[in-house]
T-cell receptor, first 114, second 110 residues
Framework: DAMVIQNPRYQVTQFGKPVTLSCSQT?????MYWYQQKSSQAPKLLFH???????NEADTPDNFQSRRPNTSFCFLDIRSPGLGDAAMYLC?????????????FGPGTRLTVT | GQNIDQPTEMTATEGAIVQINCTYQ??????LFWYQQHAGEAPTFLSY????GLEEKGRFSSFLSRSKGYSYLLLKELQMKDSASYLC???????????FGAGTRLFVKA
């Protein structure tokens, strides 16, 4: 089945220790997104790619970086995680359609910072 | 700017009907989505409305009024598994970004 996969599902890192979260998709969608979601809050868009075009949200901290080496894979790098970065990180994809279209989410990676 | 408002929590009884409202303010309009999100899981697509009126899909229906900036999600014959958060979301015009509401947490009780 076509899907969005995130690894790992649970990640524990130490304060200040870099961490990378990964996302892959078999849907062949042009657009990939990274969201941060904290408890009882809306998913907050960090950045998105249209193919290799990178779009950073104005309020995304510099501590967060992303890479998309090919259509299928996208990575979220947190260079120096702080306690406030503990959250669920959701990867999503959508087809090439204006307005974003329906988004297909991966199961998420829950990040804990100790 | 864009803003989405929906109630924080609702409680309903198994077998009943519940309506979850969403109001939005957008510059331009390109449709409205509803997603379901169970605790600790990713959101899953429920519905998409771009024209005024009611779209029915099994036990779930979604309504849109563009002139009022208003939508609702109607859940019929509630089941315990419907306990989840329901997110209203509006795509940003001219790009690929979608703005999500904070979600309405629905508790279904026996």
């Amino acid at each position: 089945d076509a899907m969005v996969i995130q690894n790992p599902r649970y990640q524990v890192t130490q304060f200040g220790k870099p961490v990378t979260l990964s996302c892959s998709q078999t849907l062949n969608h042009n657009v990939m997104y990274w969201y941060q979601q904290k408890s009882s809050q809306a998913p907050k868009l960090l950045f998105h790619y249209y193919d290799k075009d990178f779009n950073n949200e104005a309020d995304t901290p510099d501590n967060f970086q992303s890479r998309r080496p090919n259509t299928s894979f996208c990575f979220l790098d947190i260079r120096s995680p702080g306690l406030g970065d503990a959250a669920m990180y959701l990867c999503a994809t959508s087809r090439d359609s204006t307005g974003g279209g329906e988004q297909y989410f991966g199961p998420g990676t829950r990040l804990t910072v100790t | 700017g864009q803003n989405i408002d929906q109630p924080t929590e609702m409680t309903a009884t198994e077998g009943a009907i519940v309506q979850i409202n969403c109001t939005y303010q957008t510059s331009g309009f390109n449709g409205l989505f509803w997603y379901q999100q169970h605790a600790g899981e990713a959101p899953t697509f429920l519905s998409y409305n771009v024209l005024d009126g009611l779209e029915e899909k099994g036990r779930f229906s979604s309504f849109l009024s563009r002139s009022k900036g208003y939508s609702y999600l109607l859940l019929k014959e509630l089941q315990m598994k419907d306990s989840a958060s329901y997110l209203c979301a509006v795509p940003h015009t001219g790009g690929f970004k979608t703005i999500f509401g904070a979600g309405t947490r629905l508790f279904v009780k026996a």
